[in-house]
């Protein structure tokens, strides 16, 4: 058992400590940072736990199992020694703060127990809920009704609520008024902290703390940020019926925001050696892709999700079941990046840039081959067009790839793990693929802009001629930003001609087999962009004109079926077809029915 600290005893070994710390170039570190807190107006110190711990070891321990007496102490010691350094500026701040940052152990969210009560302890999570900044009285004045005098009276703990004095001194009275004009507050703000995906058990949701920001720390980071949070873990009592039960709650000391997903991975000399190595494999590409398959874990889904995501990669697993609302939210996302809230008097925007792999189910159960892929899926086409790459994935018997994924799958159930090992090794792969997101920023070279500009010239051309759009610069764009992900894979510096054709050759799979006009037997990307294709929308426009001079000339609405019947002897468009395209055009809202049987355009 250790021994405590007196009071003085800890204030004294601070104020040294203070004075005579040096850092690595011989300067007295602290006194520096003091001297430049009187200029700038600061009235908080950040020491490090790691200087504080080489240069008294006691001092750190006491400050770990005791922080509330042990920062105010230092606190104090502060004031002390800003007074040898700019006695006038000591004098004009009511309190300094000693704040606290790197201590030796991080303490993961859903391992804090009650044996951290009390203690300073350290985590690391995701910022997702802040509150408004609200004002938190730290000293009270209070007026006495009976003579008018005010009695301040200060709070001994912030977590303290302030209650009028018992009697007046002055004259003995009993009854007070707050006077808040006179009183002293500074800024409270809480925040909810969730625990970070990688330390997410199998199977196991995320859990959260809530945490209470003081002063020069509201408003630090914002929800979606990755934070580190260093501060003392209370117990606060809970408001039901359950008998004497209380909630822990972390009153922040510091906050430091912390680089986010894979850029803050420690990458050593030896482990770029190997990722340099690794580079050089001709199969590279493919040794990604099949490791990548073993490792993204288990899944969750939750309000937030995009913005969490910041900097990563959001799964979502059968998007056409989204409700409304988190589709505009979702599109917002896909085109700008950020996410938008303007709810219970709060509005803000938030940084959500991620990339979305998204997966949706058939409207009818399976794909209908005969139809586009904007009639298979039930999403809006301005959340659909924004996929770069769309992939229908169908089910079809197949005799050699069943018996692959039959073995694959009942293997998984022998072996309760990988069939077999992964290429790449789990930790290597997310080292590698954090080396190239803060190294490689590749550029194209000249033989790849004019091949991928080619293609574009060359696609545009032959739609031209058949009077479809067949590409568009948004699927240029794609191009360009697929060619770069290929020459980052091979930790390339310079995409290759050999990129672009990579990039190309997906390109056009995709848009074979999501942006074919069946009638003409050309790409038509208003297949995908508009859920029409130029041989449907000649048809639209011959119905709709046929409907609107049959309608003007009867001076009323025209009965469905005489239509399409019509339709269908003079212009040769079978009648099955022609009801499809009404229907179509009533659900738009371009016709709309008079009286049952009968339409006429809007």
Not at 216 to 233: E, H, M, N, S, T
Not at 271 to 277: G, H, L, N, P
Request: glycine residues 4%; hydrophobic residues 40%; contains cysteine.
């Amino acid at each position: 058992m250790s021994i405590e600290l007196l009071e003085a005893d800890l204030r004294e070994r601070f104020v040294e400590f203070l004075k005579s710390f040096k850092d690595k170039s011989g300067e007295y570190y602290y006194k520096k940072v003091l001297s430049q807190m009187a200029i700038t107006g600061q009235k908080h110190l950040v020491i490090n736990f790691e200087d504080l711990l080489e240069n008294d070891p006691k001092l750190a321990e006491q400050l770990i199992e005791k922080p509330i007496r042990v920062i105010e102490a230092a606190s104090t010691a502060i004031r002390d020694v800003m007074s040898t350094i700019n006695i006038a500026y000591a004098r004009k701040v009511r309190k300094f703060i000693a704040r606290f940052k790197k201590l030796p152990e991080l303490t993961p969210i859903r391992k804090i127990r009650s044996e951290h009560v009390g203690k300073l302890i350290m985590i690391e999570g995701i910022l997702t809920r802040v509150s408004s900044i609200r004002q938190q009285i730290v000293k009270a004045a209070y007026r006495c009704e009976k003579c008018s005098e005010i009695t301040y009276v200060e709070a001994t703990d912030v977590n303290e609520r302030i209650t009028p004095p018992e009697r007046c001194t002055h004259c003995g009275g009993k009854i007070f008024k707050l006077i808040p004009e006179e009183s002293e507050f500074i800024d409270w703000q809480r925040l909810t902290i969730q625990e970070r995906p990688e330390e997410l058990p199998p199977a196991q949701l995320p859990r959260s703390i809530e945490a209470i920001a003081r002063e020069d720390l509201v408003d630090v980071a914002k929800p979606g940020d990755r934070i580190v949070v260093v501060g003392i873990l209370r117990s606060v009592r809970e408001q039901h019926g359950m008998g004497m039960t209380f909630r822990p709650e972390i009153d922040v000391n510091y906050i430091e925001l912390s680089e986010k997903g894979l850029e803050e991975i420690e990458i050593t000399p030896e482990d770029e050696e190997k990722i340099k190595k690794l580079s050089k494999d001709p199969m590279i590409h493919e040794k990604i892709i099949q490791s990548i398959d073993r490792t993204t874990g288990d899944w969750y889904l939750e309000a937030g999700a995009l913005v969490l995501a910041d900097g990563g990669i959001a799964c979502v697993d059968e998007i056409d079941k989204m409700r409304n609302e988190d589709r505009v939210a979702m599109h917002e996302v896909m085109e700008q990046q950020t996410v938008s809230i303007a709810k219970a008097g709060i509005v803000a925007t938030l940084n959500a840039r991620t990339s979305i792999l998204a997966s949706a189910n058939p409207t009818l159960g399976r794909f209908v081959e005969q139809k586009p892929v904007i009639e298979n899926v039930n999403l809006p086409i301005t959340i659909l067009s924004r996929f770069d790459l769309i992939f229908p994935i169908k089910d079809k018997p197949d005799e050699e790839i069943d018996t692959k994924m039959s073995e694959h799958i009942l293997k998984l159930h022998q072996v309760r793990g990988y069939v077999t090992s992964p290429p790449i090794e789990p930790e290597l792969l997310k080292k590698y693929i954090a080396y190239v997101r803060k190294n490689i920023k590749p550029k194209i070279s000249d033989e790849a802009l004019e091949k991928i500009k080619r293609y574009y010239v060359e696609m545009r051309k032959t739609g031209k001629e058949g009077g479809s759009i067949p590409i568009t610069p948004r699927q240029l764009e794609a191009l360009v930003r697929m060619t770069e992900a290929r020459a980052k894979m091979a930790l390339r510096e310079v995409a290759t001609e050999a990129d672009a054709d990579a990039a190309i050759k997906l390109m056009n799979y995709v848009l074979e087999k999501t942006a074919y006009d069946t009638e003409t037997e050309r790409i038509d990307i208003d297949v995908l962009l508009t859920g029409k294709s130029k041989s449907q929308r000649d048809k639209m426009n011959v119905i709709m004109d046929y409907i609107k001079n049959k309608v003007k000339e009867i001076g009323g609405p025209i009965k469905k079926d005489f239509a399409a019947e019509e339709i269908e002897k003079e212009y040769d468009i079978p009648k099955n077809t022609v009801i499809e395209i009404i229907d179509r055009l009533l659900k738009e809202g371009i016709l709309f029915e008079a009286k049952p049987g009968y339409i006429m355009p809007t």
